[in-house]
């Protein structure tokens, strides 16, 4: 089935040590999307690639960078996690940008010690 | 700032009955509202949609409304049968999905 992967789906770090989040997608969609949902709170947009197109949220803070390798991988890197990182972390995908339907993993749940 | 909110956290209805989650917005340039349903373990996926041209869509048990004027949008479901019960987030389309926190909706035998 095609589907949106996040590994691990559970990771934990220590404060200020850097930590990657991956994601993959076998729906060859052209976006592909980064969310951060602390508990009880909302899914908020970190950033989205477009292709190659990297487009960062204003108020997404700078310890959160974004790789996008190929079509079917994207990373979300904290450079320095701290205590107030700790979330679910979302990726999604979707065919172009817009109302197209978003396709979300299974999220990684971050925590930081 | 929220734009979209869900202000009850959680609901719980029998099974057979009706169940109306509600959300409210801010935006006034949100033209496109989508439901998404999320189980334990797994991602929101997408449940029903609605365009700001129209106040109701409806797709067999889920139907969503809109009333632009009050800035508020509804979900029923009917019946509601026991595979609903998951946490249901309501979201909203400018230029990017605003989510609002969820309703968590637990169906009784």
């Known amino acids: 089935d095609a589907m949106v992967i996040q590994n691990p789906r559970y990771q934990v770090t220590q404060f200020g040590k850097p930590v990657t989040l991956s994601c993959s997608q076998t729906l060859n969609h052209n976006v592909m999307y980064w969310y951060q949902q602390k508990s009880s709170q909302a899914p908020k947009l970190l950033f989205h690639y477009y292709d190659k197109d990297f487009n960062n949220e204003a108020d997404t803070p700078d310890n959160f960078q974004s790789r996008r390798p190929n079509t079917s991988f994207c990373f979300l890197d904290i450079r320095s996690p701290g205590l107030g990182d700790a979330a679910m972390y979302l990726c999604?995908?979707?065919?172009?940008?817009?109302?197209?339907?978003?396709?979300f993993g299974p999220g990684t749940r971050l925590t930081v010690l | 700032d929220q734009q979209v909110k869900q202000n009850s956290p959680s609901l719980s209805v029998q099974e057979g009955r009706i169940s109306i989650l509600n959300c409210d917005y801010t935006n006034s340039m949100f033209d496109y509202f989508l439901w998404y349903k999320k189980y334990p373990a797994e991602g929101p996926t997408f449940l029903i949609s609605?365009?700001?041209?129209?106040d109701k869509n409806e797709d067999g048990r889920f139907t969503v409304f809109l009333n632009k004027s009050a800035k508020h949008l509804s979900l029923h479901i009917v019946p509601s049968q026991p595979g609903d019960s998951a946490v249901y987030f309501c979201?909203?389309?400018?230029?990017?999905?605003?989510f609002g926190a969820g309703t968590t909706v637990t169906v009784r035998a």
């Open positions: 979201a909203a389309y400018d230029y990017k999905l605003s």
């Open positions: 999604a995908t979707s065919r172009g940008v817009g109302k197209d339907t978003q396709y």
């Open positions: 609605i365009s700001s041209i129209k």
